[in-house]
């Protein structure tokens, strides 16, 4: 994957640049997210995930995550989460996969603290983004993006 964005991957693949120095293969990372706790506050269970990294987070970037959630079942669409750099908007991680909508807030919390406490933008378009925002919510994270409407 290119380390730019998705449209700059696919002219990098249509031209054959994956070895150039700006298209470069991500390191890949497990994490475990803790699915809805019990109310005495336990992980039911732990979902693991493969996350793709091209850049750690630096002192003083800015960036921004988008959440695309879906239902997290394995016969629907995947959801999906990217994280950007502000200002050069290249992708630094992505996720892309099925997991509960509730557990997506809570990785998307988990990665926004790495990237330097970046703004989680959940699409709301369905009734699955109410729940990315509880696991955001859960997990003590509240820097979420808000619609300004006029």
Known sequence: MCRRNRRSARLCRLKGLHLREECVDPDIDELRIPREATTEGEP???????????????????YYIDVDPASG???????????????????????NGHVAPHSLGVLAAILARQYNNAPIDIEMKDHWGVNVVRGCESSGYGNLAKEQRE
């Open 73 to 95: 079942k394995e016969s629907g669409n995947p959801a999906g989460r990217h994280v950007s750099e502000q200002g050069s908007g290249d992708l630094v991680a992505r996720w």
């Open 44 to 62: 039911v269970t732990v979902d693991k995930v493969q996350v793709e990294f091209w850049q750690p987070p630096r002192r003083g970037s800015t």
